[in-house]
């Protein structure tokens, strides 16, 4: 548990935690996710704490959440946008069979492969098709080949909170029917219930329109069905019906 100088604050480090009682958050990592946590995302997670931008990454709790979904659907052909150090690609690549794939696309190289070693280390490596840049213009050219069209079982989205609409207007043509789409931080620290002139962080601000913007065309698409969870900062699953 916490040691006495925390004052009860959870041991996550730049966790993203909506629970209200941080006893509670650290019950359920102790309890839940830590005994379960493969070792090599326990090495992942804490390699990327000690990055000066770790408030990025996906917490403990959201990476095994993420890690029993795709077993329950059988995932196989997946897509990740927005991979930071790796831990949610880490915790695809482990749940997916020996032939599974990931799409993984970030603009940030190095962050990937600050933890590429541990995902080699692990023997997932060989399930992840790696492109640095812009996502957006990769999705068109798929879309444009036409052969990808309801192609994937699973899309996983934690990148620009700015351009989270954009990517929904591609993916939902790339996902198949019954997949997942997952829309990380849909709760941005829970800033979506606070009264515009609450005091917020610069970057909180500012991406929070965006946000709010995203769940309320989710909850009018009647192409998908969605369910948001209270996981991490907030997720959003879409499960496309037509």
Same mark, same amino acid.
């Given at each position: 548990?916490? =040691? ?6 959870? /041991? ?7 629970? /209200?009682?941080? @006893? ?14 493969? =070792? ?11 990055? $000066? &931008? ?11 959440? *993420? ?7 059988? @995932?196989?052909?997946?897509? =990740? ?11 695809? !690549?482990?749940? *997916? ?61 934690? !990148? ?12 939902? =043509? ?13 709760? &941005? ?6 009264? $515009? +002139?609450?005091?917020?962080r610069k970057y909180v601000r500012y991406?929070? +329109? ?6 309320? @065309?989710? @909850? ?23």
């Amino acid at each position: 548990m916490a =040691e006495n100088g925390d004052q009860g604050r959870h /041991q996550e480090v730049g966790h993203k935690s909506l629970l /209200q009682s941080d @006893a509670l958050y650290q019950y359920i990592l102790e309890t839940s996710v830590y005994p379960r946590e493969p =070792e090599a995302m326990k090495e992942l997670r804490e390699l990327t704490a000690k990055h $000066p &931008w770790n408030i990025m990454t996906t917490s403990a709790d959201e990476g095994q959440f *993420l890690n029993m979904l795709l077993k329950l659907i059988n @995932a196989k052909n997946t897509m =990740e946008i927005g991979v930071y150090t790796g831990y949610s690609l880490l915790a695809t !690549a482990l749940a *997916l069979p020996e032939d599974g794939k990931i799409l993984a696309m970030d603009i940030n190289r190095d962050n990937y492969e600050l933890g590429l070693p541990i995902i080699e280390k692990a023997g997932v490596a060989h399930k992840i098709d790696f492109k640095e840049g812009p996502a957006l213009p990769v999705l068109d050219q798929m879309i444009e080949d036409g052969k990808y069209h309801g192609t994937f079982d699973f899309i996983f989205v934690d !990148a620009d909170k700015d351009n989270y609409i954009n990517y929904h207007k591609r993916l939902i =043509e790339l996902v198949k029917v019954g997949g997942v789409i997952g829309y990380d931080n849909t709760l &941005w620290n829970g800033s979506v219930v606070a009264p $515009p +002139d609450a005091p917020m962080r610069k970057y909180v601000r500012y991406y929070r +329109d965006f946000v709010l913007e995203l769940n309320k @065309a989710l @909850a009018a698409d009647l192409r998908i069905e969605i369910c948001m969870l209270p996981v991490g900062d907030g997720i959003t699953l879409c499960r496309r019906v037509s």
